[in-house]
């Protein structure tokens, strides 16, 4: 059976990701730090009829993340489908606007959103190339793009996974794998600011099956209402 790896793996984007390819036959590797919720996602897709898997890993441990997708790849036997969401930042960083932000406010981020994708990302697409077939997808908020003043910090590391997701895409047009960057413009579930627009895990989780079957030559979408 094909399988997906979702980094970040949580109870909304990511377990409606799941949902969206275990529709379609796909096993599915969860992966995040935290290993009782990660479990506890397995065993609801599982009573579901789906089969899943957690293997923890915090994504700022780059060579336990390697580690996750490896013992992945060998319970599963590969991996076809990257799907890379870690939820952090507004949690765990301080948010600054442009001239008030320091290197150091950046830092945590780079560390979070871009090098962990690209540790992700080297862990799997050596297979991928080799089989001249698979999918990498990278979430982030629509800031990514269309940047604002008071995530300035969180907005910088986003944009540069974006312009790396781009840039990986460009390189392997022509190997048979897809990279795409997706970005949110709508708080998920419920409104984190009045006014905002809003939308359902399910209702967003469809555009990563389109970006792996139906828009393979499609660099980045935009997710809004």
């Known amino acids: 059976m094909p399988t997906i790896a979702i980094v970040g793996a949580g109870p909304q984007l990511g377990l409606a990701i799941a949902r969206t390819y275990g529709t379609h036959g796909y096993d599915v590797a969860l992966i995040a730090r935290n290993r009782a919720k990660l479990e506890g996602l397995a065993g609801e897709l599982a009573a579901e009829g789906f089969t899943a898997a957690a293997f923890p890993a915090d994504v700022l441990d780059r060579a336990a993340l390697t580690q996750a997708?490896?013992?992945?790849?060998?319970?599963f036997g590969g991996i076809d489908v990257l799907e890379y969401s870690p939820v952090g930042g507004f949690g765990s960083t301080v948010l600054t606007a442009?001239?008030?932000?320091?290197?150091?406010d950046v830092q945590h981020e780079m560390e979070f959103q871009l090098y962990g994708a690209i540790a992700a990302t080297r862990a799997v697409l050596p297979a991928m190339r080799e089989a001249g077939a698979g999918t990498l997808l990278f979430t982030t908020g629509a800031g990514s793009v269309n940047?604002?003043?008071q995530v300035a910090n969180v907005n910088a590391a986003a944009a540069a996974l974006r312009n790396w997701v781009l840039n990986l895409h460009n390189?392997?047009?022509?190997?048979?794998?897809?990279?795409?960057?997706?970005?949110?413009?709508?708080?998920i579930?419920?409104?984190v600011v009045p006014g905002f627009p809003t939308a359902k895990p399910e209702e967003i989780s469809?555009?990563?099956w389109e970006l792996h079957t139906t828009r393979r030559d499609q660099a980045e979408l935009v997710f809004s209402r």
Do not use: F, M, N, R
């Open 69 to 75: 997708l490896q013992d992945a790849t060998a319970h």
């Open 98 to 104: 442009p001239a008030a932000t320091e290197p150091a």
């Open 147 to 149: 940047p604002v003043p």
């Open 171 to 187: 390189e392997l047009d022509g190997t048979g794998v897809q990279a795409a960057h997706v970005a949110i413009d709508v708080s």
């Open 189 to 191: 579930g419920t409104s």
């Open 206 to 208: 469809p555009v990563y």
